[in-house]
Structure formats: C-alpha cells, structure tokens
C-alpha cells in the first residue's frame, strides 16, 4: 500500500458516520509522548534524530496493533505528498516542514497516526467519526500503553509526562472535535457561543480562517490544560459542552427551517447552482458553498446528495488532493479550473 | 471589499481581534495581512508569553536565573526564554525552580493527576493513596473522629511496612 491508496477511501474525519455526526465532523485524541533522557526533537543534533526515529520505529513496529501500519520517512516524499497527509488530517503542518528526520506511522483505515520527531519524540493520534472522543481515548491509551513497554517515557511522579512544550506538561493530551455550525453562524449566535466556550477553558478556532469568521463554519474546539485533571475529565467537559452546542445548532436549525425555509432553501439552492456550474472556483469559495449544501443535505432540503459525497468534496478540492488527482502539479490558477471540472463531475 | 490597511487592494484575510471584551474586525489585503501576521507573531509568539510568564513567582535574581544550565543537555533557561521549548526531560529538573510556578500558571495546577506509565504505575498509585489516606486522617483528626482516625493510620503503617519490604526485598 502506498499513501496514494488513501485517494481510494474516504478519510476517517469525512466518513460522516458516528453519534452527532450531523454537526460533528470528527473527534480526534493526541499524545504527547517522550524518550526518557534524550534531548528533545527541537534541541537534538542529527545523531540523536537519527537515533530517536529508530528507537521509536522499533517500539512501534513490536505492537500488535501497528502490524499493517506504514513507516514513512518524510524527506523521501515531495512537497504535495507532504502536503495531502496533511490535508488527511494524518499530520500537522508543521511536522511537513525541515523533514530530514521526520517520519510519520499511519495505518491503512486512517484511523491511527504517530509523528516522529515533530516537537516531541511521539506524537500519537487518533481520529474518528463523530462525536467518539471516549472511543480515541480508549484506544490511544492501549496503544500508548503497548508503546510504553518497549520505550521508556519521560516522566515525572509530579509533573507527569514531560513535553518539549510546557503547555503539553502532565497528561500530554489534547482532544479536539471539529463541529459545522452554520445555523448558529447564520443567526449571528456564534459569537457569543465560543466566548462561553473559551471562559470554561476550552480552545476554539476556526478549521479555516479566524475566529469568527471560519470559513466554511467549521470549528475547532480542544482542551487547553494538561496538568490536574484526569484524561477521563478532559474527555467528559469537552463531550459535555459539545453537547450543549450540538442541542443549540440543532433549536436553530429547527427555528430556520420553520420561519426562514424559503431564505434556506434559496441560499443552498444557490450554493448548488453555482458548485454545478462553474469553471473556475476557489478552495474558500468552494468551502463556503459545500457548508451551505451539507447543511441542505443535514435539513433534508437537499435531496439527491448524501452527505458522504459532499464531505469528500470537501477533501478532494484541496490543493494537495487535486494535484494527486491530476497526477501532476498545478499552479493555482490551474487548480481553480480542475477544481471546478471536478466538482461538475461529482454533481451530474 | 477594500483593505483597511493600504485602502487599495482588495480585503481577502478577515481578522477578529477581541481586546477587553471589545471586539474589532480588521479587513486586509494579502499583503498587508502578511505584515501584520508578522507583526502578531513578533509580539505574540508562544515563546514571548511563556516567557512573560515565566518570572512569575521566582525566588531568585532574573539574571542568575538566565544562566543555569540544564547539565545534562546544556540547554540555558535564557534558551528556554527565546524558544519556549526545553532542551530535554532532565531540564524539568534542572529548571524546577522557574518551572514550577510557570506550570501552575499555564494549567492552574501544578501536580499530574493523570496516567501513569507501568514502569512506575505501582510505586506512583502507591504514593498517591498514601497521600489520601494521610489527608483523610487529619480531617478525622480535625472532626474528632478518632475511631476513624485510629484505623487510617493503621492503614498507613501497613502500607509503609510493605513498601519496606518490598525494597529490601528488590
């Protein structure tokens, strides 16, 4: 198997399967994880690089869970490639930078990825469907558990797991959902929604963009503290407030569909009459009209799209994702024009 | 839409920035956009907040403090201050002075609540209800609830006595 493969399947954060997975995309966990008295990746000469990417590979390919896993050394991949795993979600855009000694793990169903030497030694993760961040704990935790015996981890009785980072100290945990709420960005409530959610301690941002002005309405929303509190309860707030946003984004949606349909339907009929008709178009512009469909599709008032094929339009329109297509780069006027092609295809 | 910047261009990047609860939006052309991203990130980069931060609470002189040294990887606090990244695991220790306060800053806690490695898992989890058995004692204690008191210091004793053995056993 290749990392082209991944162009066969849909990518786990776009499955669209899962509880909640109406409004959330996708859960994900991330471990922090360190070997014991090496110098971090940051501050490591390339002998030591060299030598943590190999005793990290060992550990990893001894588990039982990892057996059909790919190892990828990043410097044997070119820039597009780099970019596409980041684009799978599979990696962060950092670790596709300086990537002598990088390498990535990945298993074939996407759903389980370590970085090697990004910030820290391991960076391990799990992705999945919907609203599943108790299933990613549960499994990371084994996974991570499996990796421990082979690799003695940086830790301290006090201070837990000990992070390049500070801010990544004590359990080394960052869980993240990613939610679409484009009815609560339509009633203008959005704003005030995530400055709740930042005073309970919880990060938000947008998936693309800013603040408030995310493109496409998706959000990012993950724990910011990792020391005194358990994973369990870092697990538990963010369900929680999760679900208070979910039952929020759903009364709205409710609200729309009975005051406001006819500005509803007339808004996503547009967003489909310009995606099955244009020629050239752009990653944001595409973004914005995807959103608008996938909540016609989610409010029944699209009816002849699933919301499967409308998540892997969101994935197949990335620069990355389409120069794979192609089988060749583009430069971006060029991928206006595939990207459009390519989207009338899907929509016939 | 124009930049509010050069009033030229075309706006493309919407930033939202909320100081003191007020909330102003800025709308920029690519370039202009560029530079303030610059300009955002000299004056809010992760290292420069960490850094902010980690004086708070030290007890010792802020240029002493620069030059200790990590000794096993030989990276400095002032190091620490410019990258906001440490040099390795040991420097937790060699800096434990400065990070102390700095981790309470950053999560409101200074203590690991969380997993905990097998390697280490019996000796820590040991630890842990060491130290719950002796806090539920002294509130016995406090509440003159000696019954209670006498059988959790019973349970304590046991446990210090097996810890005992077990080490000379090893």
Known sequence: MTIGDFLKQDSEWLKGTGPSANIVMSSRARLARNIDKAPFSNWANRTQLEKIMNQAREAVSGSSLLKNAMFIRLKDLGEVDRTFLVERHLMSPEHAQEAEFKALIVDPGEVLSIMINEEDHLRIQILQSGLNLKECWRMIDEIDTEISKKLSYAYSAKWGYLTACPTNTGTGLRCSVMVHLPALVFAGQIGKVLQAVGKLGLNVRGLYGEGTDAIGNIFQISNQVSMGITEEDVIDNIERITNQIIAREDAVRKTILLKSKEALVDRVSRAYGTLKSAHIITSNETITLLSAIRLGVDLGVVKNLDRRMVNELFILTQPAHLQKLEGKGLDSSERDIKRADLIREKLK | ?170
């Open chain 2, 1 to 170: 839409m124009q930049c509010d910047v050069c009033g030229k261009k075309e706006a493309t990047v919407h930033l939202t920035e909320i100081v003191n609860d007020k909330m102003t939006k800025l709308h920029l052309c690519e370039d202009c956009a560029k530079e303030k991203g610059a300009e955002m990130e000299e004056h809010f980069g992760l290292s420069d907040l960490l850094a902010g931060l980690a004086d708070l609470g030290a007890t010792i002189e802020p240029e002493i403090a620069e030059a200790v040294k990590c000794s096993f990887c030989g990276f400095t606090y002032q190091d620490f201050r410019k990258m906001g990244r440490l040099g390795c695991s040991e420097c937790y220790d060699s800096f434990k002075k400065q990070l102390g306060p700095l981790l309470k800053r950053i999560h409101g806690a200074d203590r690991h609540v969380g997993k905990v490695p097998l390697m280490v898992g019996k000796t820590v989890k040991d630890a842990r209800t060491m130290q719950e058995l002796k806090q539920r004692m002294e509130k016995a204690i406090q509440q003159e609830e000696f019954e209670e008191a006498a059988r959790l210091r019973d349970k304590i004793k046991e446990m210090e006595k097996k810890g005992k053995d077990e080490k000379d056993k090893s």
